[in-house]
């Protein structure tokens, strides 16, 4: 199971940036990329309060699902490996310095807006969960207007 992780990790995490190969394969292994990147994020959010519940793990799947165009199996194996990518990491700046290379800012405040919607996934809000969004925000180069904004939006959904 580590050498799958491994050769995983080889094939789509190798390079900074964007992939090197060109035409579909390489959009393919860049998506790949920020769909993991992306999801380290989460999970670092969904445990920062020392709990990882049903409603986060449903909230995370279906981010994925919904805004990196995967299957329900593949969300589920893109969990385990960006998990075990996260708790081997020493910082967040390998997965955030992704996001900001590749996304412009309004696709980084929906990808706020989907932090702040698994931040109040549970129901509470942590003051550690409070904490890393701000941390997050700023190394994803978010102005704090569209942070807030963002929060708004995501408690509006959840409202609603």
Sequence with gaps: ????????????????GRAEATGPEADDVAEDRLALAACALFLEL???????SDAEQRHIEDALVRHFDVDQERAAELIRLADKERSDSVDLYQFTSLMTANYDEGQRVVLAEIMWGLVYADGELAKHETYLMRKLSQLLELRPGYLAEAQRRALNARID
């Design 1 to 16: 199971m580590l050498d799958a992780i491994k050769q995983f990790f080889d094939r789509h995490l190798a390079s900074e």
């Design 46 to 52: 969904a445990h920062a309060d020392d709990e990882f």
